[in-house]
C-alpha cells in the first residue's frame, strides 16, 4: 500500500514522523509532502517531499497513491487551495483519502474562512491527535503521537546543578490563549523563583531547528512541557522517551483520552499545574537519585 501524508506546514514534525515509523515498521510505502517547510522560520523540522522543491515528484506520488492522508482542512478538490493543485481529480481510481486534525476547530476556521460546524460535521473520514483536540472533533478517530524514540537515548545526569529544558513555542501569558500557550512568562518567572531557592540552571529553547532542541532536551535533567493548559504536547512524549522526569498539567479529559488511548491509567508524566510546580521542581532539584528513578 501506497500512502502520501499532505500538509501546508511541517505541523511540528508530526507528519515526516509518521510517514518515518510506517516505513520502518509496516510494508505500507509512506511518503511526505509539505508546502511551506519554512513556516515557522529557524524552527524547523525534518523534511521528506517539499512541495516547491519536488513539485514532479510530488505530484508522481499523489497520482500512484492508494491513500491521501491531509493534515488540516483545505479544499482540496479544486485548485483554490494553498498548493494550487486539485488533489481528488489527479488520485487514481478507487484511491481513498482522509483529514488529520493538529488544531482546534476555531483556528482552522479562522485561517480558512469556514465554518466550524462545517468543518466538524464534514462526511470525510476524520482522524484527530490524542489531545485536548479530541474533545472538539466527536466524528474524528483519535490516534497517537508519534516520537522517534530510537533519537531519544537517555542521558541521566550525575550533575548536582540539574539543567531544565523548556521549550514555549509561543510568546503568551498563561491566559491569553485557552490552548495556543505554554505561559512563557510565567514558566520563566517561576524557574527564576526555584533557581533563588537550590541549585539549578534553565535552558529556554526558542526558534532552533528540531534537532538541535532535542540533543538539548537530552542533555537537560528535568523537562517542562506545558503546565498551563491542562493538554500535553509532542515535548512531554519526548522528554519520557529521553528518561527525563517530564512536568505537564493534564486535565480529567486528557487523562481520560491518553487512558483509553493506552489502555492504562498509569501516566507516566508528573501531572502539576504551574502555580503548583514550585515545590515539586524544588524537591526534584535536590534529589538526583529521585531524578533518575
Known sequence: MKVVH???????G????????LNKYTDVHARSINLN?????????????????????????????????FHHWFDFSSIKNPFNFDFLSNMKQNAKYLMHWHS????????????????????IPQMVVAQFHESYYPNAYPVPLIVEVESLSPSISQR????????????RHAYEDRWETKGKQEVVRLLNTVRN?????????ENIPFDECLK?????????DDIVTGAFHTTALEGLSAGKPTLSYLDSRT???????????DIPIINVRYFEAEDVLVVLAKDKVLREE
Open 255 to 265: 487523562q481520560m483520552v491518553l487512558s483509553r488511548l493506552t489502555g492504562t491509567t
Open 6 to 12: 499532505i500538509s501546508a506546514t511541517p505541523l511540528a
Open 14 to 21: 508530526s507528519p515526516i514522523r509518521i510517514v518515518n515509523a
Open 216 to 224: 538539548l532536551r537530552c542533555h537537560s535533567d528535568i523537562v517542562i
Open 160 to 171: 548536582d546543578q540539574p539543567i531544565v529544558f523548556f521549550s514555549p513555542s509561543r510568546d
Open 197 to 205: 531557592k537550590v541549585a539549578l540552571d534553565y535552558k529556554l529553547v
Open 37 to 69: 517547510a519554512g513556516a515557522y522560520g529557524t524552527r524547523t523540522f525534518p523534511e521528506d517531499l517539499i512541495w516547491t522543491d519536488h513539485r514532479d515528484m510530488c505530484e508522481s506520488v499523489i497520482r500512484d497513491a492508494d491513500i491521501l492522508h
Open 104 to 123: 482546534n476547530p476555531m483556528v482552522i476556521a479562522k485561517l480558512t474562512g469556514q465554518s466550524m460546524q462545517s468543518i466538524i460535521d464534514s462526511s
